[in-house]
């Protein structure tokens, strides 16, 4: 992709006048670049997805989310991109989560509380992606784990029993979903929530899944020794949701996760990855128990 060629059509689009600055350094789906304009005020190009999630970004904003308004959106007008659909959003200060805090959870919780039974269309179902993801293979990704190691096998066999008691379940689809709240896209500045970025897939669906992306952040990257952020999210979610849907959501999540780091990362990596994955299947199931 030529980025300079793309930045002078989307000047030439919106009688703009941004110029390149940067890559943002996080972000694996499409990348951002930042850009800047005349008056030297920063901005966000976003690649791929986007149009489609314009209207929900504009609810969440009316609704107190933090998350960046669009200026432009637009595709390119050459086959050198593609086509490719871009977003040109406002630029938010911080730096994306390391260390969750007392503070930070309070908000973020608030902040997808926020998404409850506010879907604006049906397009981009996340709860029924996530269902066919599941019992349909509709990503690759069970067959990813079932061939990739016997650890992965095992554990892919293991969310294959926990989900399939409500094989007939229909999740909810009434919420806004993000469909990404990874760290990289939870962003802090002076200590406090500063924004959720990268809307571009947000679609309808249950906001379980953006709950328990979350707690997979924990799991993975927090240090949380005590166990405290764990529970309040996973209170969080069995709050929110039936057993159906966070049982399907977990797996979901567990499923997208490592077959993310399957391709992305070392051997090591990925039995990180199911190590603590398994520690959520833990809780979940001794919990469902009691």
């Given at each position: 992709?030529e980025i300079?060629?793309?930045?002078?059509?989307?000047?030439?689009?919106?009688?703009?006048?941004?110029?390149?600055?940067?890559?943002?350094?996080?972000?694996?789906?499409?990348?951002?670049?930042?850009?800047?304009?005349?008056?030297?005020?920063?901005?966000?190009?976003?690649?791929?997805?986007?149009?489609?999630?314009?209207?929900?970004?504009?609810r969440?904003?009316?609704?107190?989310?933090?998350?960046?308004?669009?200026?432009?959106?637009?595709?390119?007008?050459?086959?050198?991109?593609n086509?490719?659909?871009?977003?040109?959003?406002?630029?938010?200060?911080?730096?994306?989560?390391?260390?969750?805090?007392?503070?930070i959870?309070?908000?973020?919780?608030?902040?997808?509380?926020?998404?409850?039974?506010?879907?604006?269309?049906?397009?981009?179902?996340?709860?029924?992606?996530?269902?066919?993801?599941?019992?349909?293979?509709?990503?690759?990704?069970?067959?990813?784990?079932r061939?990739?190691?016997?650890?992965?096998?095992?554990?892919?066999?293991?969310?294959?029993?926990?989900?399939?008691?409500?094989?007939?379940?229909?999740?909810?689809?009434?919420?806004?979903?993000?469909?990404?709240?990874?760290?990289?896209?939870?962003?802090?500045?002076?200590?406090?929530?500063?924004?959720?970025?990268?809307?571009?897939?947000?679609?309808?669906?249950?906001?379980?899944?953006?709950?328990?992306?979350?707690?997979?952040?924990?799991?993975?990257?927090?240090?949380?020794?005590?166990?405290?952020?764990?529970?309040?999210?996973?209170?969080?979610?069995?709050?929110?949701?039936?057993?159906?849907?966070?049982?399907?959501?977990?797996?979901?999540?567990?499923?997208?996760m490592?077959?993310?780091?399957?391709?992305?990362?070392s051997?090591?990596?990925?039995?990180?990855?199911?190590?603590?994955?398994?520690?959520?299947?833990?809780?979940?199931?001794?919990?469902?128990?009691?």
């Open positions: 992709m300079h060629r793309l930045i002078e059509q989307i000047n030439q689009q919106n009688a703009t006048c941004f110029t390149l600055t940067e890559r943002c350094e996080a972000g694996y789906q499409g990348g951002a670049h930042v850009l800047t304009d005349a008056a030297g005020q920063n901005a966000i190009l976003k690649l791929g997805l986007g149009a489609q999630a314009a209207p929900i970004v504009s969440l904003r009316e609704l107190g989310y933090p998350t960046p308004a669009y200026q432009y959106m637009g595709s390119s007008l050459d086959g050198i991109n086509g490719i659909d871009y977003v040109v959003q406002d630029f938010m200060s911080g730096s994306p989560l390391t260390n969750l805090t007392e503070a959870l309070k908000e973020l919780l608030q902040a997808i509380a926020l998404q409850g039974e506010q879907a604006i269309s049906t397009e981009r179902n996340w709860s029924t992606y996530a269902y066919n993801v599941v019992f349909n293979d509709e990503s690759g990704w069970a067959n990813k784990l061939n990739y190691s016997a650890e992965t096998a095992e554990l892919l066999s293991k969310l294959e029993a926990i989900t399939m008691p409500y094989i007939n379940a229909e999740l909810p689809n009434g919420d806004i979903v993000h469909g990404d709240v990874d760290y990289d896209n939870i962003l802090i500045h002076n200590g406090a929530l500063s924004g959720i970025v990268d809307t571009a897939a947000a679609g309808c669906g249950t906001r379980t899944i953006d709950l328990m992306t979350v707690l997979q952040g924990v799991y993975y990257y927090d240090s949380d020794i005590e166990g405290i952020f764990k529970g309040r999210i996973y209170q969080a979610i069995v709050d929110a949701a039936e057993p159906a849907t966070y049982m399907i959501c977990l797996a979901y999540r567990i499923m997208a490592v077959s993310w780091s399957i391709q992305h990362h051997s090591d990596s990925v039995r990180f990855y199911v190590r603590h994955s398994w520690d959520m299947v833990d809780k979940f199931m001794s919990d469902k128990c009691k």
